[in-house]
């Protein structure tokens, strides 16, 4: 990938520790890394999240289809996903 463009790139992207205030509670650990509880630092509302942190360098493949998974499948016993 171009160096610039990766670094440009870099620059503007939002990162998750700028949205979000982590409440210091681990939830769960999964397969691919860990889980906790955060909110908006914004205060948009007063939602709570589960922010997954990934494990490791890169994505395994594994990894991506539980996020597709994710993205189609909603039921009662499962959260909504938003990818922002």
Do not use: W
Request: glycine share 8%.
């Amino acid at each position: 990938m171009d160096y610039d463009f990766k670094t440009k790139l870099a620059a503007e992207r939002e990162k998750v520790e700028d949205l979000f205030e982590y409440e210091g509670c681990k939830v769960g650990r999964g397969t691919y890394g860990h889980v906790y509880k955060a909110k908006r630092k914004d205060g948009i509302d007063e939602k709570e999240y589960a922010l997954k942190q990934i494990e490791g360098t890169g994505i395994s493949m594994s990894a991506c289809r539980e996020i597709a998974v994710r993205l189609v499948v909603y039921n009662q016993y499962t959260t909504a996903m938003s990818c922002s």
